[in-house]
Protein backbone atom coordinates (compact mmCIF):
# COMPACT_ATOMS: atom_id res chain seq x y z
CA UNK A 1 0.00 0.00 0.00
CA UNK A 2 1.83 2.83 -1.05
CA UNK A 3 2.43 5.87 1.66
CA UNK A 4 1.89 9.77 0.16
CA UNK A 5 4.80 11.91 1.12
CA UNK A 6 3.04 14.60 3.27
CA UNK A 7 3.92 18.17 2.51
CA UNK A 8 4.36 19.60 6.24
CA UNK A 9 5.12 23.25 7.28
CA UNK A 10 6.81 24.65 10.55
CA UNK A 11 7.38 28.67 11.20
CA UNK A 12 10.26 28.74 9.37
CA UNK A 13 10.24 25.87 6.91
CA UNK A 14 8.46 23.75 4.35
CA UNK A 15 9.07 20.04 4.09
CA UNK A 16 8.16 18.24 0.71
CA UNK A 17 8.08 15.68 -1.61
CA UNK A 18 11.28 15.72 -3.84
CA UNK A 19 11.14 16.55 -7.91
CA UNK A 20 13.72 16.30 -10.30
CA UNK A 21 14.61 19.45 -9.85
CA UNK A 22 16.15 18.83 -6.74
CA UNK A 23 18.54 16.60 -8.25
CA UNK A 24 21.47 19.15 -8.27
CA UNK A 25 20.56 20.32 -4.49
CA UNK A 26 20.65 17.20 -3.25
CA UNK A 27 24.10 15.89 -4.60
CA UNK A 28 25.91 19.22 -3.47
CA UNK A 29 24.78 18.35 -0.20
CA UNK A 30 25.60 14.63 -0.63
CA UNK A 31 28.98 15.29 -1.92
CA UNK A 32 30.27 17.74 0.71
CA UNK A 33 32.93 15.57 2.75
CA UNK A 34 32.20 17.76 5.64
CA UNK A 35 28.26 17.01 5.68
CA UNK A 36 29.27 13.73 5.31
CA UNK A 37 31.71 13.34 7.99
CA UNK A 38 29.78 11.28 10.34
CA UNK A 39 27.61 9.26 7.37
CA UNK A 40 27.72 5.70 7.20
CA UNK A 41 28.42 5.65 3.49
CA UNK A 42 31.23 8.54 1.55
CA UNK A 43 30.71 11.45 -0.18
CA UNK A 44 29.13 11.26 -3.47
CA UNK A 45 31.38 11.64 -6.55
CA UNK A 46 29.05 10.83 -9.23
CA UNK A 47 25.70 13.12 -9.97
CA UNK A 48 23.99 9.65 -11.13
CA UNK A 49 23.59 8.88 -7.42
CA UNK A 50 21.21 11.87 -6.87
CA UNK A 51 19.02 10.58 -9.63
CA UNK A 52 19.38 7.15 -7.67
CA UNK A 53 18.34 8.88 -4.64
CA UNK A 54 15.21 10.47 -6.19
CA UNK A 55 14.28 7.18 -7.49
CA UNK A 56 13.95 5.24 -4.27
CA UNK A 57 12.26 8.53 -2.81
CA UNK A 58 9.75 7.39 -5.53
CA UNK A 59 10.12 3.85 -4.26
CA UNK A 60 9.31 3.69 -0.46
CA UNK A 61 6.39 5.94 -1.20
CA UNK A 62 4.99 3.53 -3.72
CA UNK A 63 6.21 0.85 -1.39
CA UNK A 64 4.95 2.46 1.42
CA UNK A 65 7.85 1.68 3.77
CA UNK A 66 9.07 5.35 4.08
CA UNK A 67 8.87 9.32 3.13
CA UNK A 68 11.52 11.45 2.12
CA UNK A 69 10.99 14.86 2.15
CA UNK A 70 13.01 18.22 1.67
CA UNK A 71 13.72 20.55 3.82
CA UNK A 72 13.17 24.33 2.23
CA UNK A 73 13.01 27.47 4.61
CA UNK A 74 10.15 28.98 4.13
CA UNK A 75 11.33 32.57 3.73
CA UNK A 76 13.01 32.40 0.79
CA UNK A 77 12.49 28.51 -0.69
CA UNK A 78 16.33 27.33 -0.19
CA UNK A 79 16.89 23.98 -0.31
CA UNK A 80 18.77 23.17 3.73
CA UNK A 81 18.78 19.99 3.32
CA UNK A 82 16.03 16.66 3.89
CA UNK A 83 14.59 14.02 6.70
CA UNK A 84 13.20 10.73 6.59
CA UNK A 85 11.02 8.33 7.92
CA UNK A 86 12.05 4.57 7.08
CA UNK A 87 11.45 1.71 7.89
CA UNK A 88 7.70 1.82 8.42
CA UNK A 89 6.25 -1.00 10.05
CA UNK A 90 2.23 -1.30 10.58
CA UNK A 91 2.06 -4.55 12.27
CA UNK A 92 4.78 -2.86 14.86
CA UNK A 93 3.49 0.65 14.52
CA UNK A 94 7.37 1.11 14.31
CA UNK A 95 9.53 3.52 11.99
CA UNK A 96 13.02 5.13 11.77
CA UNK A 97 13.84 8.50 11.13
CA UNK A 98 16.53 10.48 10.10
CA UNK A 99 18.03 13.83 8.41
CA UNK A 100 20.70 15.74 6.71
CA UNK A 101 21.59 19.35 6.75
CA UNK A 102 23.47 21.46 4.74
CA UNK A 103 26.62 23.57 6.51
CA UNK A 104 25.38 26.89 5.89
CA UNK A 105 21.84 25.54 8.18
CA UNK A 106 23.62 24.11 11.32
CA UNK A 107 23.16 25.52 14.75
CA UNK A 108 19.73 27.27 13.66
CA UNK A 109 17.67 24.75 15.09
CA UNK A 110 16.23 23.63 11.90
CA UNK A 111 17.12 19.66 12.34
CA UNK A 112 15.11 20.21 15.25
CA UNK A 113 12.15 21.85 13.94
CA UNK A 114 11.95 19.59 10.49
CA UNK A 115 12.62 16.39 12.20
CA UNK A 116 9.82 17.65 15.12
CA UNK A 117 7.18 17.99 12.10
CA UNK A 118 8.18 14.57 11.00
CA UNK A 119 7.48 13.33 14.39
CA UNK A 120 4.33 14.90 14.95
CA UNK A 121 3.02 13.69 11.16
CA UNK A 122 4.22 10.57 11.96
CA UNK A 123 2.66 10.06 15.55
CA UNK A 124 -1.13 11.45 14.02
CA UNK A 125 -0.79 9.56 10.93
CA UNK A 126 0.71 6.71 11.02
CA UNK A 127 -0.23 6.08 14.74
CA UNK A 128 2.97 4.94 15.52
CA UNK A 129 3.92 3.48 19.08
CA UNK A 130 7.33 3.58 18.84
CA UNK A 131 10.56 5.74 16.33
CA UNK A 132 13.79 4.79 16.00
CA UNK A 133 16.81 6.98 15.17
CA UNK A 134 20.54 6.82 15.29
CA UNK A 135 23.63 8.74 15.58
CA UNK A 136 27.81 8.25 15.03
CA UNK A 137 28.85 8.96 18.93
CA UNK A 138 31.05 11.70 17.43
CA UNK A 139 27.77 13.61 16.05
CA UNK A 140 26.78 15.34 19.24
CA UNK A 141 25.09 18.04 17.28
CA UNK A 142 22.80 15.51 16.06
CA UNK A 143 22.57 13.65 19.30
CA UNK A 144 21.61 17.11 21.23
CA UNK A 145 18.89 17.55 18.17
CA UNK A 146 17.12 13.50 19.03
CA UNK A 147 17.51 14.43 23.28
CA UNK A 148 15.53 17.67 22.56
CA UNK A 149 12.76 16.15 20.59
CA UNK A 150 12.56 13.07 23.57
CA UNK A 151 14.48 10.58 22.34
CA UNK A 152 16.71 8.48 24.54
CA UNK A 153 19.46 7.11 24.32
CA UNK A 154 18.79 3.20 24.52
CA UNK A 155 22.40 1.92 24.02
CA UNK A 156 25.37 1.93 21.75
CA UNK A 157 26.54 -0.35 18.71
CA UNK A 158 30.39 -1.00 19.25
CA UNK A 159 32.44 -0.22 15.66
CA UNK A 160 28.90 -0.83 13.26
CA UNK A 161 30.35 1.33 11.01
CA UNK A 162 33.80 1.76 8.92
CA UNK A 163 33.90 4.18 5.91
CA UNK A 164 37.16 4.84 3.98
CA UNK A 165 39.09 2.95 6.68
CA UNK A 166 37.57 5.14 9.66
CA UNK A 167 36.12 2.64 12.25
CA UNK A 168 33.08 4.39 14.57
CA UNK A 169 30.25 3.99 16.71
CA UNK A 170 26.60 3.99 16.66
CA UNK A 171 24.22 5.54 19.26
CA UNK A 172 20.97 3.49 19.40
CA UNK A 173 17.73 6.09 20.36
CA UNK A 174 14.17 5.75 20.68
CA UNK A 175 11.33 7.74 21.55
CA UNK A 176 7.93 6.07 22.22
CA UNK A 177 4.64 7.75 21.60
CA UNK A 178 3.84 8.21 25.69
CA UNK A 179 7.02 9.81 25.92
CA UNK A 180 6.20 12.41 22.64
CA UNK A 181 2.75 13.02 23.63
CA UNK A 182 4.23 13.95 27.37
CA UNK A 183 6.58 16.65 25.67
CA UNK A 184 4.44 18.03 23.35
CA UNK A 185 1.87 18.71 26.47
CA UNK A 186 4.52 20.24 28.70
CA UNK A 187 5.81 22.49 26.11
CA UNK A 188 2.14 23.30 25.49
CA UNK A 189 1.89 24.62 29.31
CA UNK A 190 5.23 26.37 29.13
Not at 10 to 30: H, N
Not at 121 to 141: C, K
Not at 171 to 184: K, N, S
Amino acid sequence: MPLPTPTLRTARLLLRPFTPADADAIYALQSNPRVLRYWDSPPWKERARAERFLEVCKQLEAEGTGARLAIERAADGMFIGWCCLMQWNPDHRSASMGYCLGEAAWGQGFATEAAGALLQWAFDTLDLNRMHAETDTRNIASSRVLEKLGFLREGTQREDCIVDGEVSDTWVYGLLRREWERLRTERRRV
